[in-house]
Nanobody, 124 residues
Framework: QVQLVESGGGLVQAGGSLRLSCAAS????????LGWFRQAPGKEREFVAA????????YYADSVKGRFTISRVNAKNTVYLQMNSLKPEDTAIYYC?????????????????WGQGTQVTVSS
């Protein structure tokens, strides 16, 4: 079992920045691919970004590429999502997730453990 707890969400104006954190506990954290997903009201949960256990490989959704950066510090059992140049369409609940795979994947079905989510609201 892996337990994931997100933090860092909030209200920000368009063009602003936020950094989300996800603290993990339980099974060996460093071996999991970690990802961020988001879900806006009335929409399906969608992939945002993922990172391998070493941090050497990352993968982003086209909608956030160049604005968001995923990183991890295994010694702290934490993964981060730095979000810059935020837009109102980035408003959603953001979820951290851990996958059993060793390569970055964007399918929700590949992720076994999920956090409770943190709300991000971007005002125009």
């Amino acid at each position: 079992q892996v337990q994931l707890v997100e933090s860092g969400g909030g209200l920000v104006q368009a063009g602003g920045s936020l950094r989300l954190s996800c603290a993990a506990s339980g099974r060996t954290f460093s071996r999991h691919v970690l990802g961020w997903f988001r879900q806006a009201p009335g929409k399906e949960r969608e992939f945002v970004a993922a990172i391998t256990w070493s941090g050497s490989s990352t993968y982003y959704a086209d909608s956030v590429k160049g604005r968001f950066t995923i990183s991890r510090v295994n010694a702290k059992n934490t993964v981060y999502l730095q979000m810059n140049s935020l837009k109102p369409e980035d408003t959603a609940i953001y979820y951290c997730a851990a996958s059993h795979t060793i390569v970055v994947v964007k399918s929700r079905d590949e992720y076994d453990y999920w956090g409770q989510g943190t709300q991000v609201t971007v005002s125009s």
